[in-house]
């Protein structure tokens, strides 16, 4: 299947726990993704907590992942306690405030570096 051609870039929303950047396991996987994205697309990145060290522009929401403790429970069942620890309203707000005013072909959810 075809897709046709545009003169616009692809835009795409990030959304992670922590601002990609060279260093470190998950951080360093989607920072590297980032970098060999460069200029093809047209890219936004919503973060918790602190925006320091970013490699691109983003929106830092301020909150951090839900602690383990209020989490363990979904051992049990329901949403996997990694996912469950990054359900936070601000962020959820900001999600859904970046989908309606960006508007994304793509949204990337990376949870690695929990």
Known sequence: MSVPATDRRLRV???APKAPRPVGG???ALAGLLE???DSIDCRLVVLGRATDSLLPCRAVAARPR???AVVHHLLGGAPPTLARLRVER???TVAD???TFR???VHLSHLAT
């Open 13 to 15: 929303l990030v959304v």
């Open 26 to 28: 998950g951080n360093l």
């Open 36 to 38: 060999a994205l460069g």
């Open 67 to 69: 602690r383990w403790p």
């Open 91 to 93: 962020l959820a707000r």
């Open 98 to 100: 970046e989908l309606a």
């Open 104 to 106: 994304p072909d793509l």
